[in-house]
Every structure is written in structure tokens, then in C-alpha cells.
């Protein structure tokens, strides 16, 4: 194998783990924030309404707002879009310093 196939190859492995990472953070922060709206809501089910806030995401980081917004506003909770979306990022940084640290 070239030095230059061996490189590319280490790229790829790289980018697959950058990848991976990105997926398993974003997971996370999608758990976590929705824990956090399920507490504000009032949802008993905090777990449950996690799992389906994570599977919104599937469709992109915009519906998971978008999904947030809607729950927030059927239950009379009044939280502005630029809260929602500090507490996304703050939430993301957990995250991975969760997975960082190995939790």
C-alpha cells in the first residue's frame, strides 16, 4: 500500500470515527433535552417522551424544535425558541463531555 492510500485510509477510519461520535453526541443531547422538556411540561414519563423527541431527530435537528415549540405550546408553557436552542447547545456540550469521560 502507497503512502497515499495508507493517508486516505486514515482519513476515512477518521472521518468514520468523527461520524460516530457526532451521531452518539447528538443522541445524547437529544435525551437530555428531552428530559428537560418533559420536567417543564409536566410529562410523568420522562424516559418515554425522550425516546420520542430521539426518534423526531431522526428527521433533523430543526424538527426537533419544531416538535419542542409544538409541545410547549400545547401544554401552555411559555419558552422562546432562542431558550430552546441555548439549552440545545448547552446540552450538546454535556453531552460530550459525558462521552468524553466515558458515562
Not at 405550546?73 to 439549552?87: K, M, P
Amino acid at each position: 500500500m502507497t503512502a497515499i492510500r495508507k493517508r486516505a485510509v486514515a482519513h476515512e477510519n477518521q472521518f468514520a470515527r468523527d461520524q460516530e461520535l457526532l451521531f452518539k453526541t447528538e443522541a445524547r443531547r437529544n435525551a437530555l433535552i428531552g428530559l428537560w422538556a418533559a420536567s417543564v411540561i409536566g410529562d410523568g414519563d420522562g424516559e418515554a417522551y425522550a425516546k420520542e423527541l430521539a426518534m423526531t431527530a431522526v428527521e433533523g435537528e430543526h424538527k426537533v424544535l419544531e416538535r419542542l415549540r409544538h409541545d410547549f405550546d400545547a401544554a401552555g408553557v411559555a419558552v422562546l425558541d432562542t431558550d430552546i436552542q441555548d439549552r440545545m447547545v448547552s446540552m450538546l456540550r454535556t453531552a460530550a463531555e459525558d462521552l468524553y469521560k466515558g458515562r
